[in-house]
C-alpha cells in the first residue's frame, strides 16, 4: 500500500522564485462510507456491525464531552485528541482579551504504532505536466520522518513563527505549539 500524491507543473505567481514549477498535492482518495469501516471492523473483530456502531456512537459522544471540558481524550489504537487555540500574543496583561483568539483546533497527537504505519508507507508520486499528461512515476525513498508537532521539531520543518516551545508545558497551557506559519503565537487549552 501506498499514499499517492501528484506533482503537476502549474505557474507559481507569489513566492520568493515565481515561475514555472512541480507542485505537489494528495491524489484525491475517495471517502470510505461509515458503514464499510463498522462491516470491516466486525469482519476483523467477530462482534456485530451494530454493535460496534453502537459502541462507536457512544465514545463518540464521551471523547466530544470531555474534549470540550480541557481533557486530553486517548482514541484507543490511534493516539489521543484536544481541543486548543491558535492565538496572538501580547506584552501587556491588560491586553489579553478573547480578541486575541483568532482559531479553534483540533489538535490529535498519533500514537507510535500509527506514526510508525506513516514511516514505512511508501509515497508514489505522479508527475504531470501544466495539461495533466503523465511525465513519469517515482516511489519515495526517503528516510520516513514523520512530523511530530507535540514535541516541538515541526520548526525544523518550517514552521515560519520562529517559536520552538512546542509542547511546553507552563501552568496547564501549551504555548507555541508550533501552529505553523501563520505568524501568531499560539497557545493550546490542555
Excluded at 13 to 23: D, S, T
Excluded at 118 to 138: A, F, H, P, Y
Excluded at 142 to 151: A, I, L, M, Q, R
Amino acid at each position: 500500500m501506498a499514499i499517492k500524491v501528484i506533482a503537476q507543473r502549474r505557474e507559481v505567481k507569489l513566492g520568493k522564485n515565481p515561475g514555472m514549477k512541480f507542485v505537489m498535492r494528495p491524489d484525491l482518495y475517495i471517502p470510505i462510507a461509515e458503514k464499510k469501516v463498522f462491516s470491516e471492523a466486525s469482519t476483523h473483530s467477530g462482534i456485530s456491525a451494530g454493535v460496534i456502531k453502537a459502541a462507536w456512537d457512544a465514545a463518540g459522544e464521551v471523547i466530544r464531552t470531555w474534549a470540550t471540558e480541557g481533557h486530553s481524550v486517548p482514541l484507543p489504537g490511534l493516539g489521543t485528541m484536544r481541543f486548543g487555540v491558535r492565538s496572538k500574543a501580547v506584552a501587556e496583561l491588560e491586553d489579553v482579551k478573547t480578541n486575541l483568539i483568532t482559531t479553534r483546533r483540533i489538535v490529535f497527537t498519533p500514537n507510535v504504532e500509527v506514526k510508525d504505519e506513516l514511516k514505512n508507507t511508501s509515497i508514489q508520486i505522479t508527475c504531470l505536466d501544466e495539461d495533466g499528461n503523465v511525465l513519469k512515476r517515482v516511489t519515495s525513498g526517503d528516510s520516513g520522518e514523520v512530523e511530530d508537532n507535540e514535541n516541538g521539531n515541526e520548526s525544523e520543518n518550517g514552521n515560519e513563527n520562529g517559536n520552538e516551545n512546542g509542547g511546553t508545558q507552563n501552568g496547564g497551557t501549551s504555548s507555541g505549539d508550533n501552529g505553523g506559519g501563520d505568524g501568531g503565537d499560539e497557545m493550546d487549552q490542555n
